[in-house]
């Protein structure tokens, strides 16, 4: 059922009063920034076994593929990561905006810090979880918490990227499942910077599904 933009900005701003809302960010919140698609993450390696990253679809399957093809192509892998999101990048407007709201919970599938470093800014203290780690303390005092549940771009060895890790998220990351969990049953969420053909998507989706029926209330998509 289509969403009605002006009631769903009345529930989400009353979420945002009651200390209730999440965020959900993808990609598409930091391709201003100079951030690359998932598309030009993967192009060099597509090409160097022969694929047209503009002709595929399902990009997990291809990282996979490219993995399997190559003895050392996670490696490769990893420095294209490397190379793609560790440039200098500057924090953008909708960064900034989102860095100004009343949010205490955001997942992110990004590998980059530039909505960390937008928070920041805003004097707000961050509680990242970049890996299991994290869970065990937190810093005092903290305003957000980012669950960087794919990984971030300070290790990217542990970076989900390909098939395998997708199909065996649940048992190596199930912290982060067990908090998603709680955390879908106490926030309203807003998906931004998500395309339906984005890779990360279908996979949350099928998370969702999983963790809520058919019918998850609480989750908007713009």
Request: proline letters at 3%; a negative charge.
């Amino acid at each position: 059922m289509p969403v009605n933009i002006d009631e769903f900005v009345n529930e989400y701003v009353d979420s945002l009063r009651c200390g209730e809302a999440g965020l959900f960010v993808g990609a598409g919140l930091s391709l201003a920034s100079g951030m690359p698609s998932w598309k030009k993450l993967l192009q060099k390696p597509a090409e160097s076994i022969g694929m047209n990253v503009d002709k595929e679809e399902d990009l997990v399957t291809l990282a996979q593929y490219y993995v399997n093809e190559s003895h050392d192509a996670r490696t490769k892998i990893n420095t294209e990561l490397k190379s793609q999101f560790g440039c200098l990048s500057k924090i953008n407007d909708n960064q900034k905006i989102i860095a100004q709201l009343p949010i205490d919970t955001i997942w992110t599938t990004n590998y980059d810090n530039l909505l960390e470093k937008a928070f920041e800014d805003n004097d707000k203290i961050c509680d990242v979880k970049r890996s299991k780690d994290d869970f065990t303390s937190s810093p005092k005092n903290s305003s957000v918490t980012f669950y960087k549940m794919h990984g971030d771009i300070s290790n990217v060895n542990e970076a989900v990227i390909t098939r395998r890790q997708y199909e065996e998220y649940d048992r190596n990351f199930e912290l982060y499942v067990t908090a998603l969990k709680s955390d879908l049953v106490r926030k309203t969420f807003l998906f931004i910077g998500y395309s339906f053909q984005d890779p990360n998507l279908k996979y949350i989706l099928s998370q969702l599904r999983l963790l809520l029926g058919n019918n998850p209330e609480n989750i908007t998509f713009l």
